[in-house]
């Protein structure tokens, strides 16, 4: 337990940063050397291996190509899928303590019973949402043509295997989190658009001559424009 | 936001940081007063400041981190 925030830290600042080294060095340095393809293509494989089911550029990509898809259906559909995580992680998150708290409840056993297959159930259907998540990324990425983000080596996930629930669930323990990501797509579109631009942000790009024109209307008006203060106002 | 904080909240009670979790997770752009919302509910809940500075950028990022380090507890933890 001791080190979470730390591995944290170190995972978010390094995991990008390390497979990019690992292309450099299964991938790109073969390219340079005017290796044979099927040395590359075997560097490539490699490459994919080391990554051990997550292509954190992969994903970055993928994200990217949802948020700017013109069908919305896209975003409503991966914006669901995406809530199987958190559920994911709560279920398993303290799961020995839940079952043991719940064995030692002076319950009947059949009520304990039923209490431990909800809780099972409950944590199986996150889980199962996780794993039809991961595959319908992988498919999107490859409709796209863009590299997938969870490439493991028997492709697609089934969920009534064992070891690729573990795989999955492994994943999630690197995974790149979307906040950052998201919101920072946004910012920028919001940008380009200039409809993030507020009615501050307008004066302070104006020339004097400009926003004395301003004063003289609002003043000659007296109907002074509602300021939005941008994050302020919210 | 302090280690030991982050320890004690996962301990106790992950539930209560759900909405971090989900704001972490989420297709959907977040306001920042939404973000601050959830930031202070959740320190409510808890009954400690998790997050001590309220400095939007500075909860983008604590969202990330404590996303994290719940998925590697959760899953290396507990099977």
């Known amino acids: 337990m001791k080190r979470l925030l730390r591995q944290a830290k170190n995972e978010m600042r390094q995991t990008k940063q390390e497979q990019e080294l690992l292309y450099e060095k299964h991938v790109i340095s073969k390219l340079v050397e005017g290796a044979d393809p099927n040395e590359v293509g075997e560097g490539y494989q490699d490459y994919l291996e080391d990554l051990d089911g997550f292509h954190a550029l992969a994903f970055d990509q993928v994200i990217d190509s949802i948020l700017e898809d013109d069908d919305e259906r896209i975003l409503d559909h991966f914006t669901t899928g995406f809530e199987s995580v958190p559920e994911y992680l709560v279920h398993r998150s303290g799961w020995g303590e839940k079952v043991k708290n719940l064995m030692q409840d002076d319950s009947p056993t059949h009520i304990k019973s039923a209490s431990v297959d909800s809780l099972d159930r409950s944590r199986t259907k996150a889980h199962d949402g996780v794993i039809n998540l991961f595959n319908d990324l992988n498919s999107y990425a490859e409709d796209k043509n863009l590299p997938v983000p969870y490439p493991v080596k028997y492709g697609k996930f089934d969920k009534k295997d064992l070891n690729h629930r573990t795989d999955a669930a492994d994943i999630l323990s690197r995974h790149t989190p979307l906040l950052e990501k998201v919101n920072k797509v946004v910012q920028e579109k919001f940008k380009e658009s200039g409809k993030g631009e507020t009615i501050a942000d307008k004066y302070r790009k104006m020339s004097l001559g400009d926003l004395l024109d301003v004063a003289k209307e609002n003043f000659e008006q007296k109907d002074l424009p509602e300021l939005d203060l941008g994050g302020l106002s919210q | ?79």
């Open chain 2, 1 to 79: 936001m302090k280690e030991e904080l982050l320890e004690r909240a996962i301990k106790e009670d992950v539930s209560k940081l759900k909405d971090v979790l989900r704001a972490s997770y989420s297709l959907k752009a977040l306001s920042k007063l939404e973000v601050l919302e959830i930031a202070t509910k959740t320190n409510e809940s808890l009954g400690y400041k998790l997050f001590n500075d309220l400095y939007y950028p500075r909860l983008v990022s604590e969202f990330s981190l404590v996303s994290r380090a719940v998925a590697k507890d959760a899953i290396e933890n507990n099977n």
